[in-house]
C-alpha cells in the first residue's frame, strides 16, 4: 500500500498503473506524521531563539567576568646606541697548565706553559736558567727551562701594570730510562 499526501498525487499514481484500492489517501484536514514532526521542531528551534534574544542580555550578567592577559611590546622607536659599559678590571693571575706537580721530566729541558692577562710579560725560572715571554692574545704563555738532576723547583712569575704574581711547581729529573 502507499500512502498518498494529495490529490495531485493521487492522479499521478493511477495514471501510471496503480490500482486505487492500493491507494491511501490521508483524510481531510489530518496532518500527516511527517509534517506533524516537522512543525514541532520548527516551533521548538523558534520558541529557542526567542528565548535567547529576549533572555540572553540578562543572563550574561550573571556570569562571571572574563579577562584576557594584556601583552604589551617594547618600543622600537626610542631606543639609542647602547653605550659601551667599561670591563671590570681583571685581577692579574698566573696558571700553570704544564708540567703538572711532582711530574718526572723526560729530557733534561721542559716547556713550561699556562695562562694569565693578554699582554703580560712572564718569567719562567729553573735551577739553571729562566726565559721571559710575552702572553698571546688569549693570555696563553710558554717558556723553555733547564733542568739538573733530581728535584727542580720551577718558579712562573706574570707582571703586568706594575703588579706581579708568582707561581710554583716541582718536577723530578732523571737521566736514566724507565
Known amino acids: ?13 493511477i495514471r501510471f498503473g496503480y490500482p486505487k484500492q492500493h491507494l491511501i489517501s490521508p483524510a481531510p ?28 542580555p540578562s543572563l550574561t550578567k550573571s556570569f562571571p567576568k572574563l579577562s584576557l592577559p594584556r601583552i604589551t611590546l617594547p618600543s622600537l622607536a626610542k631606543r639609542g646606541t647602547p653605550s659601551p659599559t667599561p670591563a671590570p678590571a681583571q685581577e692579574l693571575t698566573v696558571t700553570i697548565d704544564s708540567p703538572l706537580p711532582e711530574e718526572i721530566a723526560v729530557g733534561d729541558t721542559l716547556l713550561v706553559s699556562g695562562s694569565t692577562l693578554p ?49 710554583k711547581v716541582t718536577v723530578f729529573y732523571t737521566p736514566e730510562e724507565f
Request: no cysteine; proline share 1%.
Open 119 to 167: 699582554g703580560a710579560t712572564v718569567v719562567a725560572q729553573g735551577p739553571l736558567d729562566e726565559d721571559v715571554v710575552l702572553t698571546r692574545d688569549g693570555g696563553a704563555y710558554a717558556a723553555k727551562v733547564s733542568l739538573i738532576e733530581g728535584s727542580n723547583e720551577i718558579t712562573v712569575t706574570a707582571y703586568k701594570d706594575g703588579k706581579s704574581v708568582s707561581q
Open 29 to 56: 484536514g489530518i496532518m500527516n506524521k511527517d509534517a506533524l514532526l516537522a512543525t514541532l521542531i520548527g516551533l521548538a528551534a523558534g520558541l529557542v531563539i526567542t528565548g535567547v534574544l529576549l533572555l540572553g
Open 1 to 13: 500500500m502507499f500512502r498518498v499526501s494529495s490529490a495531485s498525487s493521487l492522479a499521478f499514481y
